[in-house]
């Protein structure tokens, strides 16, 4: 991965989490969540990628148009936009309140696949909710992006178990519309024609 989240602090996060016996954990999710947690000090940190690594490392790369931006916390919201969930690894408090972690979910229109197959016209690019998860934060209706995804069940590659525990969001389990995570370490960003020269380039000599 090229991305580094919160830098440290999850690791620390994590370690403190797993200590607390079942009624704190409960207290502790409800403060991060309801509160809200200042990670503003511990702003992602990316690793310069080419764009030929880029295009190696990610599963999907493709050119599409923007049709809607939504933040999405709550059960009813993820179902609205197709997205069935596991809830079995959230806090009791959370599968009550059937509140979860905030994602962010952008409508991508495929206008052209680069790498990877066109499953539907219209896919869903997740994302963190915030530039210090690592969040990508350009997403805007009507807005052409070239996007950089990933077929995984979490976007940092720690485990949908550890991912969950650690931001609130259940795994997703299916969807009506395919769907990929994006971050702001991938290259992802408004189509321009550069950067859609350098991906056509680096597409070309990987497939040679």
């Known amino acids: 991965m090229f991305l ?24 502790f999710l ?5 509160l809200g947690l200042s990670l503003s000090a511990y ?5 310069e990628i080419t764009v030929i690594d880029a295009v190696k490392t990610y599963d999907i790369v493709a050119k599409g ?26 806090s009791d408090i959370q599968k009550k309140l059937k509140m979860y972690g905030v ?27 915030n530039g210090a998860s690592c969040g990508y934060q350009g997403f805007e209706p009507n807005y052409n992006y ?10 940092f590659g720690m485990g949908a178990s550890s991912f969950t525990t650690m ?10 519309s395919p769907y990929c995570w994006t971050n702001s370490c991938s290259r992802t960003q408004v189509w321009n024609r550069e950067e859609e020269e350098l991906v056509l380039k ?4 990987i497939m040679e």
């Open 4 to 27: 580094y989240p919160l830098g440290y602090s999850f690791f620390y996060i994590f370690r403190l989490y797993t200590k607390l016996n079942a009624m704190t954990k409960n207290i």
């Open 103 to 129: 994602l962010v979910v952008a409508k991508l229109e495929i206008e052209k696949v680069y790498k990877g197959e066109q499953q539907a016209d219209v896919i869903l690019i997740l994302t963190m909710p």
């Open 202 to 205: 680096a597409v070309s000599e």
């Open 167 to 176: 931001t609130g969001i259940p795994e997703i389990v299916s969807s009506v």
């Open 146 to 155: 070239i996007v950089y995804g990933m077929e995984a069940s979490d976007p």
């Open 65 to 90: 148009k923007v049709l809607s931006v939504d933040r999405v916390s709550n059960e009813a919201e993820y179902t609205a936009l197709g997205l069935q969930v596991d809830t079995t690894r959230l």
């Open 30 to 34: 409800l403060v991060i969540f309801f």
């Open 43 to 47: 702003p992602c940190r990316c690793k």
